[in-house]
C-alpha cells in the first residue's frame, strides 16, 4: 500500500535530492539561495491543488534546517529536524491553516503565528512558518500578515502556498519569491506511478489523467478509493443529468447542493467531462481527461455541433468563479443546470 506523509511518499529511495517529482527547476533555485547563505525572508509557492506545492516547502524548510547535509542545499531526511519537519512536528515549524473543512484562516491565527515568530529558534537554524492555502485567508488575517512580512523578525522565513497570486493582496505578493508551479506532463507522471510506485498500468495511466498531471493528486486518489468512487459517481450524475428536463434537473439540486467543497470538486469533475466533449467533438488530437469514459464520451460527441460542450465549459468555468465568490449553492447549481445545453 503506498504512505504519504506529509505529501512525500514513503516506500521508495530515490537519488540524492529533495525526493520531489518534477520542479526541477524551482528545487534548484532554493538549493542556491541556502548555499550561497540568500535565503528570502518570504516565499509564495503558487499552483493548482496537488501539484506539489506543499511538499517543496517542506523540502525547502528541511534543507534550511538539517543539521547533516552532505553539501550546502541538501538535507539528510535522517535527523531529527528532518525527520520532524516533514511530519510538521518540529518545534521550530509554525504551520498555520483552516481550522475545518471549508472553513478560512482567521486573524486570530495569524496573531498566534506572529507570536510564535517572536521567539528565538529553539533547536534549528530558522524558525519557519508554513501558511497552507493562504487563498482562504480572510482580510483580516491577510492584512495582519503584511507587518510580518514588511518587518519579518531575524532567523525567520515565511512559507506561503495558494492556488494564484491573484487570490492574494498584491501587497503580499509583492512582500515575497513567487515560484509558480505547474503540473507535469501527463505521460511522465506515468511513468513516475508506474516505475516509482509500482501502481498497475492501467492505474497509473488513469490516475496520471485524471490528475492533470499533479503527483500529489494522484497518489491521493491511490490511497483513497472513496475519492475515485465519489468521482465516478458525479460523472454518472451528469451522465444522467444532460438528456433530463428542466424538472428532472432542479429535482436533483437539493441532494447535489449541500456542501461548498464537495459542490467544487463536482463541478470541476463536470469541466474535465465538458472539456473532454469538446476535445473529442471538435476533432482534436489532445488527450481526453476522462480514460475510462472514453467509449461513452464518443458516444455523446459523435455529431454533436462543437458550440455545446462549448456552452457547457462556459457555464461551468463561470460557476466555479461564482462560486468562489461565495454565490448561494442552490441558486448557483440550479442556474448551471439551467444554463448546461440538453445533450442525448
Not at 491573484?166 to 512582500?175: A, Q
Amino acid at each position: 500500500a503506498l504512505t504519504v506523509a506529509s505529501g512525500v511518499p514513503l516506500g521508495y529511495n530515490p537519488p540524492m535530492s529533495w525526493n520531489l517529482l518534477g520542479h526541477t527547476w524551482a528545487e534548484n533555485l532554493l538549493r542556491t539561495h541556502i548555499a550561497n547563505n540568500e535565503a528570502r525572508h518570504a516565499y509564495l509557492f503558487t499552483g493548482a491543488p496537488g501539484v506539489g506545492r506543499r511538499s517543496l516547502a517542506l523540502a525547502f524548510a528541511s534543507a534550511l534546517n538539517c543539521t547533516q547535509p552532505q553539501q550546502p542545499g541538501d538535507y539528510c531526511e535522517n535527523c531529527r529536524i528532518c525527520r520532524h519537519t516533514q511530519r510538521m512536528q518540529l518545534p521550530d515549524l509554525s504551520v498555520v491553516a483552516p481550522e475545518s473543512e471549508g472553513g478560512s484562516i482567521k486573524v486570530a491565527q495569524v496573531r498566534e503565528l506572529q507570536r510564535a515568530l517572536s521567539l528565538t529558534p529553539y533547536e534549528a537554524r530558522y524558525r519557519v512558518a508554513l501558511l497552507l492555502n493562504f487563498q482562504l485567508a480572510n482580510a483580516s488575517a491577510q492584512n495582519a500578515l503584511l507587518k510580518t512580512l514588511e518587518e519579518a523578525p531575524e532567523k525567520v522565513i515565511l512559507l506561503l502556498t495558494a492556488d494564484a497570486a491573484d487570490s492574494l493582496l498584491p501587497t503580499i505578493v509583492s512582500r515575497c519569491e513567487v515560484l509558480r508551479l505547474r503540473p507535469l506532463a501527463v505521460e511522465a507522471l506515468e511513468d513516475a506511478l508506474l516505475n516509482r510506485w509500482q501502481l498497475a498500468p492501467q492505474q497509473a495511466r488513469l490516475l496520471a489523467h485524471l490528475s492533470s498531471g499533479r503527483p500529489g493528486m494522484a497518489l491521493q486518489m491511490a490511497q483513497d478509493q472513496h475519492l475515485l468512487e465519489k468521482r465516478a459517481a458525479w460523472v454518472q450524475e451528469l451522465l444522467r443529468l444532460l438528456p433530463a428536463n428542466r424538472y428532472e434537473r432542479f429535482s436533483a439540486c437539493e441532494a447535489l447542493a449541500r456542501n461548498r467543497d464537495q459542490l467544487r470538486l463536482m463541478l470541476q469533475v463536470w469541466l474535465s467531462f465538458a472539456r473532454d466533449l469538446l476535445l473529442t467533438a471538435s476533432g482534436s488530437s489532445e488527450k481526453i481527461v476522462n480514460q475510462d469514459q472514453l467509449a461513452e464520451i464518443e458516444r455523446i460527441a459523435g455529431g454533436l455541433p462543437t458550440r455545446r460542450p462549448l456552452e457547457m465549459v462556459n457555464t461551468l468555468i463561470t460557476s466555479l468563479e461564482n462560486l468562489e465568490a461565495n454565490a448561494n449553492l442552490r441558486l448557483l447549481l440550479d442556474n448551471t443546470l439551467l444554463k448546461i445545453p440538453q445533450i442525448n
